[in-house]
């Protein structure tokens, strides 16, 4: 059986920084690999006046590092056509017609269409009525949207874009992209819990004592200034990226492994995460904002000297957080979440704290104490990026004499080779796409019950005049994060910050 994929991309963006870092090599890995063979083309649009031989030069100047042969060169970009359009204009939505058409039947792709927009939300709804009212979209054949985040600004405004769309597309044409959701050991955190009895069977309050997440990235916002200042970390990480990792971590066994059970149990999982009134919002989440700093002989300058950022600027480059889940599974557990620019290394991680054994049989007969507190605790770590495996904190015993306990870490990590070799996020998720298959994207509902967690952490904030910047460049986020989980008796498991200062490099 055939794995050819028989389909039309239009990307409304075409010439822009994501279609050329991530969409074009990925659809030349789904080309080489055979999954886009003869039958497929690609429209790219923008306003830029280019030519199809101009733009077949760009889209090869993309894939370069993948070193494709001269042939693979040729015979893929043969597949790709420009038009320059303006979204407002609806006569140029006649002229996209026009070749549509022509490359529908030059390519036998049988009215299969895929809309790729790689541009800001607000033109969502203006080029999805076009499509619907220029005929673009075909009667036979599927017609499927792939969106970017951010999809919306708050909830009113993601209600308002998803009205515009749904308008014309129906739910399940709408694939809303979080490339996360794409990555090989995000769809791990799955195979983890429910492949394994060890893990789902403690996968609860009774044997959990704390589930932390974090994002850490060791860059500062370059380029992005201008974008980042309007968003902030809450926005850009948390309202989808973090919650979208959280309810993998929270959500019931689905029934069977498929897309409408999976996307079911996350919605449940979303919904029993507790929406917080401005006042526990304070209480329970932090923010921050890098100043300048040193790490290992390298200088920093702090976030409002980067270009395109507000000489005054409040917007936070750091977000750390207690949530709390009231379900029946996790009532009592925090799960602590942390996403911040400029930390000390790059890295995403999960750990799961399991509660200490009841009583320390192994402490000195002449203490009365009986508590386990100075066991270490078995830790489950999943690791996302850069490295991805897993490790699992047990204790042993310590070799010599006497009984002392020693943690003994069971430590996986993917090989470089197969690394290399596994697919990217986009190319994965486009691939789903073209296969119908939405289990990886964010649904609507998801996105909705998001944006309520969020907006109330938002509007406490912007209430109050925060003292930025907190924390300096190269450290794991500001004194309040830390503070987070002291009160509740715990700590972050994962602080790369410290061994740079024992070693005087920060």
Same mark, same amino acid.
């Given at each position: 059986m055939s794995n050819e994929q028989i389909a039309l991309f239009t990307i409304f963006g075409g010439t822009g920084d994501l279609a050329q870092r991530k969409l074009y090599p990925s659809l030349f890995r789904l080309f080489r690999k055979g999954f886009l063979k003869e039958r497929f083309a690609v429209i790219g649009t923008a306003r830029r006046e280019w030519s199809h031989e101009y733009y077949r030069d760009i889209v090869r100047g993309t894939i370069q590092e993948l070193e494709p042969t001269e042939k693979e060169l040729a015979d893929f970009t043969s597949h790709f056509y420009y038009q320059a359009h303006n979204v407002t204009d609806t006569e140029h939505y006649h002229n996209l017609k026009v070749l549509a058409t022509e490359l529908d039947r030059k390519y036998q792709l049988d009215n299969n269409r895929i809309f790729y927009l790689a541009m800001a939300p607000n033109f969502f709804g203006v080029i999805t009525e076009h499509l619907k009212s220029e005929q673009i979209i075909t009667e036979n054949g599927f017609n499927r949207l792939i969106i970017e985040k951010p999809f919306g600004t708050d909830y009113q405004s993601a209600e308002k874009l998803n009205n515009e769309i749904r308008a014309v597309f129906e739910e399940d044409q709408i694939f809303r992209i979080d490339h996360y959701l794409g990555k090989e050991m995000i769809q791990n955190i799955s195979a983890v819990r429910f492949g394994n009895n060890i893990f789902?069977?403690?996968? @609860?309050?009774?044997?959990?004592? *704390?589930?932390q997440v974090t994002l850490s990235e060791s860059l500062g916002v370059e380029e992005r200034?201008?974008?980042?200042?309007?968003?902030?970390? $809450?926005?850009?990480?948390?309202? *989808?990226?973090?919650?979208? %990792?959280?309810?993998? $971590? %929270?959500?019931? /066994? !689905?029934?069977?492994? #498929?897309?409408?059970t999976i996307r079911e149990e996350k919605v449940k999982a979303l919904n029993s995460i507790r929406v917080y009134s401005e006042k526990e919002a304070m209480k329970n989440f932090v923010r921050g904002q890098y100043g300048p700093g040193q790490l290992d002989g390298k200088s920093f300058i702090s976030y409002r000297d980067e270009t395109n950022v507000e000489p005054e600027s409040q917007t936070e480059t750091f977000v750390a957080g207690k949530l709390v889940v009231d379900n029946f599974r996790w009532r009592g557990v925090p799960f602590y979440i942390r996403t911040g620019k400029q930390l000390t290394e790059k890295g995403t991680r999960i750990n799961v704290v399991f509660k200490p054994t009841p009583i320390n049989v192994f402490r000195d007969p002449s203490e009365n104490a009986c508590d386990a507190e100075d066991i270490p605790r078995n830790i489950l770590t999943i690791y996302i990026q850069p490295t991805e495996g897993f490790q699992l904190t047990l204790n042993g015993k310590e070799i010599g004499s006497g009984f002392n306990i020693d943690p003994i870490k069971l430590d996986y990590r993917?090989?470089?080779?197969?690394?290399? @070799?596994?697919?990217e996020a986009y190319e994965k998720l486009i691939l789903d796409c073209l296969q119908g298959d939405g289990t990886n994207f964010t649904h609507w509902d998801e996105?909705?019950? #998001?944006?309520?967690?969020?907006?109330?952490?938002?509007?406490?904030?912007?209430?109050?005049? /925060?003292?930025? !910047?907190?924390?300096?460049?190269?450290?794991?986020?500001?004194?309040?994060?830390?503070? $987070?989980?002291?009160?509740?008796?715990f700590e972050w498991i994962w602080h790369p910050d410290e061994w740079y200062r024992e070693h005087g490099k920060l």
């Open positions: 789902e069977s403690l996968w @609860n309050n009774k044997y959990i004592d *704390n589930i200034g201008g974008y980042y200042d309007k968003s902030g970390a $809450l926005k850009d990480m948390v309202q *989808n990226h973090i919650l979208q %990792v959280v309810s993998l $971590l %929270v959500m019931e /066994p !689905p029934a069977i492994f #498929s897309e409408k993917h090989s470089a080779e197969s690394l290399d @070799n596994s697919p996105v909705a019950q #998001s944006w309520r967690i969020v907006d109330v952490i938002r509007h406490a904030w912007d209430k109050e005049t /925060p003292d930025f !910047p907190n924390y300096p460049s190269g450290t794991m986020g500001p004194q309040c994060a830390f503070d $987070l989980l002291s009160r509740d008796g």
